[in-house]
């Protein structure tokens, strides 16, 4: 049984930047697929970014792409997400969600292609 463990998240005036880590501890594949989703108050859950292990391919929702990044560091099990430029409406939870799955472009979107999730950190961008 994977686990994650987030952190990273706080409070950044607009225009800053942070960082998330989501480190996974058990049993994991290089099939392994990581996602990052977000809910802000009062909305949905969002699909945010993912990486997927097995070619090392990104994904980004529109609203975030060209502002953050997901990267990996395989020998210490944690996945990154740096998030630049940040803006207001980038405020809400943000989960780390992991599968030992390959998963592909219409499903890597959806959580419920995830089978772990991380415990959510909170990032609050305000002036």
């Known amino acids: 049984q994977v686990q994650l463990a987030e952190s990273g998240g706080g409070f950044v005036q607009p225009g800053g930047s942070l960082r998330l880590s989501c480190t996974a501890s058990g049993r994991t594949y290089r099939s392994y697929t990581v996602g990052w989703f977000r809910q802000a108050p009062g909305k949905e859950r969002e699909f945010v970014s993912a990486l997927r292990r097995s070619d090392l391919s990104t994904f980004f929702a529109d609203s975030v792409k060209g502002r953050f990044t997901i990267s990996r560091d395989d020998a210490k099990n944690t996945v990154y997400l740096q998030m630049n430029s940040l803006k207001p409406d980038d405020t809400a939870v943000y989960y780390c969600?992991?599968?030992?799955?390959?998963?592909?472009?219409?499903?890597?979107?959806?959580?419920?292609?995830?089978?772990?999730w991380g415990q959510g950190t909170q990032v609050t961008v305000s002036s």
């Open positions: 969600a992991f599968t030992n799955s390959r998963l592909i472009l219409t499903t890597l979107r959806n959580g419920a292609y995830y089978d772990t």
